[in-house]
Each structure stands twice: as structure tokens, then as C-alpha cells.
């Protein structure tokens, strides 16, 4: 059975840093990418950063670029999104993903292909 896992959000000041952490089971990492997706109230989903297992491609939303950094645990099942400078406009349930089913785009409508596995999600609320 594939469990996917999320934790580490919450509330934080503008400007300030979190880190996300993902924790995955029951599938063989290899040929999957890993996602992080989030949803505000209102809005549709979107992809924030994907990485393939293999590191051969990394996926970052303009709107985080050079804010968040995607990465892999030493623990094989793990990724994390270190997010930095945040701002009121990250607010939003995040989301990580086990993605088999995804374009090199991270886009979100792909990542819901039924193939694909999902957390539950962990809100992160920023203030200003």
C-alpha cells in the first residue's frame, strides 16, 4: 500500500523560512517523480516544484524560483521544499505527490492522473 506523507507546515511571519518534508511508502522510487503542489482557497492547484528521482530534472513555479529548493533525503523515501522569503501570497495547503503520470511542466492537471499518488496535505499560512 503507498503512503505519502507531509508535514512541517504552519504559521510563519513574512519574510520568514519553513520546511516541508515528504515521506513516502510502498512504491520503488525509481522512474517516479516527486511533487509539491499547493491550493489556496478560491484558486485552482498548481504545481510549486517537481523532481525526478533521478535528479535529471527539477521544476520550480516562477512564482517560487529562486525562493524554494527541492530535494531528496539520505533516506531514499524522502523529499523535502526548503521555502525561504515567504510571502502572504504562499498561503496555502501544500500538497506532496508520487507522480508516474507527469509532464516536465509539474503541471497540477497531469499530476492528478489516477496513477499518481497523493498526501493529504499541510497548510502553511504566511502573515504580513
Known amino acids: 500500500q503507498v503512503q505519502v506523507v507531509e508535514s512541517g507546515g504552519g504559521l510563519v511571519q513574512e519574510g520568514g523560512s519553513l520546511t516541508l518534508t515528504c515521506t513516502a511508502s510502498?512504491?520503488?522510487?525509481?522512474?517516479?517523480?516527486m511533487g509539491w503542489f499547493r491550493q489556496a482557497p478560491g484558486k485552482e492547484r498548481e504545481g510549486v516544484s517537481c523532481l525526478k528521482w533521478s535528479g535529471e530534472l527539477t521544476y520550480y513555479a516562477e512564482s517560487v524560483k529562486g525562493r524554494f529548493n527541492i530535494s531528496r533525503g539520505t533516506a531514499k523515501n524522502t523529499v523535502f521544499l526548503q521555502m525561504n522569503s515567504l510571502k502572504p501570497d504562499d498561503t496555502a495547503m501544500y500538497y506532496c505527490a508520487a507522480l508516474v503520470s507527469i509532464d516536465d511542466y509539474c503541471s497540477a492537471w497531469q499530476a492528478l492522473d489516477p496513477a499518481n499518488y497523493w498526501g493529504q496535505g499541510t497548510q502553511v499560512t504566511v502573515s504580513a
Open positions: 510502498g512504491l520503488n522510487f525509481d522512474g517516479y517523480t
